[in-house]
Every structure is written in structure tokens, then in C-alpha cells.
Nanobody
Framework: QVQLVESGGGTVQPDGSLTLSCAAS????????IGWFRQAPGKGREGVSC????????FYADSVKGRFTISRDNAKNMVYLQLNNLKPEDSAVYYC??????????????????WGQGTQVTVSS
């Protein structure tokens, strides 16, 4: 199973930016679609952005389209999420996950997804 470690969270003011990183390790990391989910207090988990392994297809939740950008560096086994124009409603714990089904219209969990420990993003003035 893939192991995932997130980093890059923090506290920023509205309209600020952050870059989240997800370091993946384990067998056949290149074969896995990887994505970012978030969960705010009292709310359910939300798929934010995901990227496939085969063709680089990307999914973005409507709430982040045009503001967030996902990318992956297979040589380094890293996936990044650039967060721009942050809003208070983006505050949440952001989790990296592997073993997903990704297209431009959806990001679904696979049979046995791996999860990182999460990184906190807080947007506040």
C-alpha cells in the first residue's frame, strides 16, 4: 500500500496562497491516481482535486475551479496542490489520498485507498 505524507498547511489571510505537498512512497506509486480531499469541522469530507496516473486527467470541485491547481512529479513521487485566492470557507484539514478513479468530472475512492495524516489550512484575517 502507498504511504502518503502531506505538508505545507498553515494560516493565511483571505486572498492569500499556499502550496500543499504530498510525498508518496511504496510500490508502484506511479500507477496510482492521487488527490486531495478536505474536511472542515462539522462537515463531511469533500473531494477537492485529483490527478490520474495514466493521462494526467484532473478533477476540480466547482468550489475551487480557477483557484486551485494540482500537479504531480512522478520522478519525485510528489503531488502538489497550489491554493490561490483563498477564502475562509477553504479552511479545513486537507488530506492526500491514493487509489482513486479520476476523470474531469469525478474523483472517486478506489477499493482500498491510502490516506495521509492531513495538514491544516486556516484562512482568516
Amino acid at each position: 500500500q502507498v504511504q502518503l505524507v502531506e505538508s505545507g498547511g498553515g494560516t493565511v489571510q483571505p486572498d492569500g496562497s499556499l502550496t500543499l505537498s504530498c510525498a508518496a512512497s511504496g510500490p508502484n506509486v506511479d500507477y496510482y491516481a492521487i488527490g486531495w480531499f478536505r474536511q472542515a469541522p462539522g462537515k463531511g469530507r469533500e473531494g477537492v482535486s485529483c490527478i490520474s496516473s495514466e493521462d494526467g486527467s484532473t478533477f476540480y470541485a466547482d468550489s475551487v475551479k480557477g483557484r486551485f491547481t494540482i500537479s504531480r512529479d512522478n520522478a519525485k513521487n510528489m503531488v502538489y496542490l497550489q491554493l490561490n485566492n483563498l477564502k475562509p470557507e477553504d479552511s479545513a484539514v486537507y488530506y492526500c489520498a491514493a487509489d482513486l478513479l479520476v476523470s474531469t468530472s469525478h474523483c472517486w475512492l478506489g477499493v482500498n485507498p491510502s490516506w495521509g495524516q492531513g495538514t491544516q489550512v486556516t484562512v482568516s484575517s
